[in-house]
């Protein structure tokens, strides 16, 4: 059984949700919101698979509804104003029903739908970044859902094939990014580039050791990271 979230200022456009929901038994409604500070609060107390999401409500819209939550269900978008639908898909939703639609167009958004952490991590991370250019909260794969994680508190950052580890002081994140794309993504006064395979986090950085020709880092949990001689002037830059 999956849980669903309705949200629109509009009692009407609850109403036709709900009653187009009938047709799937598999879905529950478990609440509903006029806007967007109650859809904060119901998303987060309920934690539900699928929203209906409207975007022009009271308060917050749908788009800041979502830069709020520390977790992120899948989204169907659904509103009177198609000006929306671009950004919409550009952020992954599900589907964007616009208003009216019928019950053949509302089926084949729950026929679209596709619990994939890894679509919901990308459209988590386009809000955020939309939100700041460089984030300081990003979601994180862990176990079957994803959660919110502070940038502040990478340690670093290992290469790892196509993906990428997110050491934090005694455990890591595997990221759907590999390590060159992190870097384009994370702000650069925090995060320096050591080796081809490693990034750090200088507000984590203990001691800058040299032995011979060779630099490493000491971080504050005592791992170190060897410094690659194509960046060893980056380390260089930095030292007053």
């Known amino acids: 059984m999956k849980k669903v979230v309705i949200v629109d200022d509009e009692e009407d456009g609850r109403t036709l949700i709900k009653e187009f929901l009938q047709d799937f038994p ?32 009271p308060g917050l819209d749908g788009f ?98 196509n993906y990428a580890k997110l050491h934090l002081k005694n455990h890591f994140y595997l990221s759907n990014y590999g390590i060159a794309e992190l870097e384009t993504r994370l702000d650069p006064s925090l995060f320096l580039r050591v080796h081809r395979s490693s990034i750090i986090n200088l507000n984590k950085v203990k001691e800058v050791h040299k032995h011979l020709k060779n630099y490493f880092v000491l971080l504050l949990n005592d791992n170190k990271i060897k410094v690659s001689r194509t960046y060893i002037s980056a380390i260089k830059n930095i030292v007053f």
């Open 26 to 57: 598999n879905f529950r409604l478990v609440a509903e919101a006029n806007n967007g500070v109650d859809a904060i609060s119901a998303i987060k107390t309920y934690n539900p698979d699928l929203v209906f999401l409207d975007i022009q409500m």
């Open 64 to 161: 800041e509804v979502l830069t709020h939550l520390e977790e992120l269900p899948n989204i169907i978008f659904s509103t009177a104003y198609d000006e929306y639908a671009i950004k919409a898909f550009e952020v992954h939703a599900v589907d964007y029903l616009l208003k009216p639609y019928s019950k053949e167009r509302f089926k084949l958004a729950i026929e679209r739908l596709d619990f994939d952490l890894q679509k919901l991590g990308l459209m988590a991370n386009s809000m955020y970044a939309e939100k700041n250019q460089f984030p300081s909260k990003i979601l994180v794969q862990k176990n079957s859902k994803l959660v919110s994680l502070s940038v502040e508190d990478i340690y670093w950052i290992e290469a790892y094939g």
